[in-house]
């Protein structure tokens, strides 16, 4: 067995052990060893444990799991992962890791405590932590599920209209020289105002071109759960050109609603232009949805084939005239990850906040900080801007 294949059967082990382990750890587990002597023990174990571990309390399983796969290994003995066996006679249950079976029976391995996994870590709890990328259709539909029960708030503003308030800062002079009409021209209370509190307008603009053709379905799920969730809410879609779908995602049934939209992309999963589509934007729809101190949402990995300079001169512009600019980028989730591409590099300077956008938790994040916005721009972030 080749050593690739021997990384990937230990990385399922462990997950059927019950510990959660992401694709991409695996992935960092291959690249490790090839910096260390794969032949020693000590220094694949520690490796492993570095890389693949991520809890103190599956420290003990990890240690047994790993005994046990690198005996089979070295003494030529073939794995199997029995079903864990529950002991009725107990409250918590104790479940046998796996066995070694190949004609010397079955080695002396002590049973460990691991709990019932089903309860502690669940299916879904994993799932949170897996790159849309790497999902098959099954784990897709239970994503777009999850993604339309998340719970969209956005930080609120103080608007310049006013309302009628008990205890509000000014006298709502109108109704009190209506109710002194009343009265014999003595007003028996005297009504009082304040400002109304007001969400902020969302706009979502998202890539739709080829480099993000495996997330691009599920940011669609993601704009349908904010238009639905949200009151003011604008969404564009971008690829060599721009196509706002608002309407089509006002559907109550989400698949027809993402179906509609997506018929409507005629650049699906064609190249990028992002500094000629935001030109677009700024020219057709700034003066219409950038209004009341709106928050503007690109998600996009910045994989520019236009003219770059076009893209930063476009950010500057947008940013001028949005509360709060936000780059959702699927590839920041990745440790390896720098924003080097000519055209994340230029938008990167005008953007407020830099957020992953890769699976589920990420989303649920990017959702907390959403409700959490200050309400106003750092003065560095400002006079940054007023120098360009």
């Not at 028996?188 to 969302?202: A, D, M, Y």
């Not at 992002?274 to 910045?302: E, K, P, Q, T, Y």
Request: hydrophobic share 40%; charged share 30%; aromatic share 8%.
């Amino acid at each position: 067995m080749s050593l690739l294949e021997n990384v990937v059967l230990f990385g399922r082990m462990l997950r059927e052990s019950g510990l959660p382990l992401a694709p991409d750890q695996t992935r960092r587990f291959a690249r490790a060893l090839g910096w260390i002597d794969v032949g020693s023990r000590e220094q694949v174990f520690h490796t492993a444990r570095s890389v693949l571990v991520t809890r103190k309390e599956d420290l003990r399983l990890f240690g047994v799991i790993f005994e046990l796969f690198w005996r089979a290994q070295t003494g030529g003995a073939a794995l199997r992962l029995p079903r864990p066996r529950p002991r009725p006679e107990r409250r918590d249950r104790r479940y046998d890791v796996f066995s070694l079976t190949g004609g010397r029976g079955e080695p002396d391995v002590p049973e460990i405590e691991v709990g019932d996994r089903a309860g502690a870590y669940s299916a879904a709890e994993v799932l949170q932590h897996r790159d849309f990328g790497d999902l098959d259709e099954d784990e897709l539909a239970e994503v777009r599920r999850q993604i339309q029960e998340i719970r969209w708030r956005v930080s609120q503003r103080v608007s310049r209209r006013q309302m009628p308030a008990r205890r509000g800062s000014r006298l709502h002079l109108r109704r009190v020289l209506r109710d002194a009409a009343k009265h014999d021209g003595t007003p028996l209370v005297l009504p009082r105002r304040r400002p109304k509190i007001k969400q902020r307008p969302i706009v979502l603009l998202a890539d739709i071109s080829g480099s993000m053709d495996r997330y691009s379905r599920l940011l669609l799920h993601f704009f349908y759960a904010a238009v639905q969730g949200l009151a003011e809410v604008e969404c564009f879609v971008f690829g060599t050109r721009l196509t706002r779908i608002t309407q089509y995602l006002r559907v109550r049934n989400v698949e027809i609603a993402v179906e509609q939209a997506a018929r409507e992309i005629l650049d699906w999963s064609g190249g990028t232009r992002i500094g000629d589509s935001l030109a677009a934007f700024n020219r057709h729809w700034g003066r219409r949805v950038l209004r009341r101190g709106a928050v503007v949402i690109v998600a996009s990995d910045g994989w520019e084939r236009g003219d770059a300079s076009l893209l930063r001169r476009e950010m500057r512009h947008l940013s001028h005239r949005c509360h709060r600019l936000i780059w959702l980028n699927p590839h920041l989730g990745h440790p390896e990850y720098q924003p080097l591409v000519e055209g994340m590099a230029a938008a990167l300077p005008y953007v407020d906040d830099f957020l992953p956008v890769h699976n589920l938790r990420s989303l649920r994040d990017f959702a907390a900080a959403l409700e959490s916005l200050p309400a106003r721009r750092a003065p560095s972030s400002a006079s940054t801007r007023a120098s360009r």
